[in-house]
């Protein structure tokens, strides 16, 4: 309206170069997917966890301590920031706004030592992923803990630092990696916008942008089958492996397990969790392993 310039290369990445890459480097390939770590908080603090062996609430007063946490830590450790990141992020990508309302937004609350450690067991790692993905015209966006596979680009991706994966059509994966967080990081993006704006006067960019909003039509959800760590309380391990099948207990515990689920969508898991629910017992946490393939 103004015949302004309005950049956001700071909004997700930090000191990252992601969107206008996103936008310009890769305008010849058809995006189908982007997954990322987008939140350096909680990735320093499963990091810590991971390798230091600490418990949830250690790895916290730690990340708070250095300043890498707020005081209320809830936009982090909730998911929040994250599932901003990859609102904006599949905004971009998909050409139609995402809005968070549309995302199933999972923080890492949840998460144990126990988890950590049985994720290490099936071969993989625990990282707070933001993942949007297109199938035609269907999307599914969502932000949540998820087991990462050893040998996939995201799993060593440590401690503050941030890390996005674009699937093209023509160029396979590519990942942006760096510093997602930090005033010097941060500034060197916004600075570099200020450039980009000088540079072009009074031209306005016709690049970044996307389809104005739509109204909201409910979650973004994700159909396609995956596998599943979920962990129940309240029920012998016989009983979660009758509700759930095709998979196998990877711990025991009294009135409760953690189980490999090794083939489910997200219906069959919902349907899943109300007949725990039914017989007196309660899903703690569902995590999905991303496929091992990069």
Known sequence: ???????????????????????????????????????????????????????????LALAQKRGYAERDPSADIDGLDAC?????????????????????????????????????????????????????????CAVAPMIVPKKHL????????????????AIGDVVFYGRGAGKLPTASAVVADVVDALKHGSKVHDSLFWQPAEPVEGMLTDPAPAAYYVRVAGI??????????????????????????????????????RKVEAVGGSVKLVLKRLPEEN
């Not at 799993?155 to 699937?167: K, M, Q, S, T």
């Not at 990877?250 to 969790?273: I, P, S």
Request: aromatic share 8%; glycine share 10%.
């Open 84 to 140: 901003r990141k990859i609102c904006i992020l599949a905004s971009l990508a998909f050409g139609k706004h995402v809005y968070p309302a549309q995302v199933r937004t999972e923080g890492i609350r949840q998460v144990t030592l126990t988890d950590v450690r049985l994720a290490d067991a099936l071969g993989g790692v625990i990282k707070l992923i933001g993942k949007a993905v297109r199938d035609g015209e269907h999307v599914s």
């Open 1 to 59: 309206e103004k015949g302004l310039n309005f950049l956001f290369e700071a909004s997700v990445g930090g000191g990252i170069p992601v969107l206008r890459p996103l936008d310009q480097c890769l305008a010849a390939n058809d995006v189908t997917e982007i997954a990322g770590i987008l939140n350096g908080t909680t990735n320093f603090m499963l990091t810590r966890m991971i390798e230091d062996g600490m418990q949830f609430e250690e790895a």
């Open 236 to 273: 012998a391990p016989a009983v979660v492996e009758a509700i759930y099948g095709y998979g196998r207990v990877v711990d025991e515990r009294y009135e409760g397990c953690a189980y490999f689920v090794e083939r489910a969508d997200e219906k069959a898991l919902a349907e899943a969790a």
């Open 154 to 169: 995201l799993a060593d991706v440590r401690d503050v630092f941030n890390a996005i994966l674009v699937r093209g059509d």
